[in-house]
T-cell receptor, first 109, second 114 residues
């Protein structure tokens, strides 16, 4: 079967750094996406990885290891507005996105 | 730019009734998707369309139907609603199906079936 695992909830402090992990087992791999979803809103695109390594985009970075079936999203200099759910999704061999249940990130002052 | 719009924003529906959720995009994207999102679960694909005139079944298609008469519109129909279809429904689009193309989401429709 296909499976995407993420922690259900994480808590971090404003100004700190947090790493959200995602492990996956899918039928094929054509890339991994991270999306942000604020409560009651639509998911919005954050990052895409298809090759191993780190992709940096401002305060957000995403890492991929295809051999380990593992990715993480790193958020630096946390702000209150970063309180949201973070969704990991893998594009499988049929080019369909398989989604994790999301990690709810709570930022405390 | 509007991007993707969905209507209605929310709806309460009696079991057994039919309903069509509307989705329109103005980005001229070829591919469109319908997902449902339930608490504790990831987004699940209901139906998709790689291009106008074609549709395909996703992970959870039973009880739902779609059509793609043109590039912009991708309505989702529930022929006879059941309480298990209570969910938040998101429509999404991408420039192409697969191949690293980012999906963009509409604001969602919150549906309650009683």
């Amino acid at each position: 079967g296909q499976n995407i695992d993420q922690p259900t909830e994480m808590t971090a402090t404003e100004g700190a750094i947090v790493q959200i992990n995602c492990t996956y087992q899918t039928s094929g791999f054509n890339g991994l996406f991270w999306y942000q979803q604020h409560a009651g809103e639509a998911p919005t695109f954050l990052s895409y990885n298809v090759l191993d390594g780190l992709e940096e985009k401002g305060r957000f970075s995403s890492f991929l290891s295809r051999s380990k079936g593992y990715s993480y999203l790193l958020l630096k200099e946390l702000q209150m507005k970063d309180s949201a759910s973070y969704l990991c999704a893998v594009e499988d061999s049929n080019y369909q996105l398989i989604w994790g249940a999301g990690t709810k990130l709570i930022i405390k002052p | 730019t509007a991007g993707i719009t969905q209507a209605p924003t929310s709806q309460i529906l009696a079991a057994g009734r039919s309903m069509t959720l509307r989705c329109t995009q103005d980005m001229r994207h070829n591919a469109m998707y319908w997902y449902r999102q339930d608490l504790g679960l990831g987004l699940r694909l209901i139906h998709y369309s790689n291009t106008a005139g074609t549709t395909g079944k996703g992970e959870v298609p039973d009880g739902y139907s779609v059509s793609r008469a043109n590039t912009d519109d991708f309505p989702l129909t529930l022929a006879s609603a059941v309480p298990s279809q209570t969910s938040v429904y998101f429509c999404a689009s991408s420039g192409a199906s697969g191949g690293q193309d980012t999906q963009y989401f509409g604001p969602g429709t919150r549906l309650t079936v009683l």
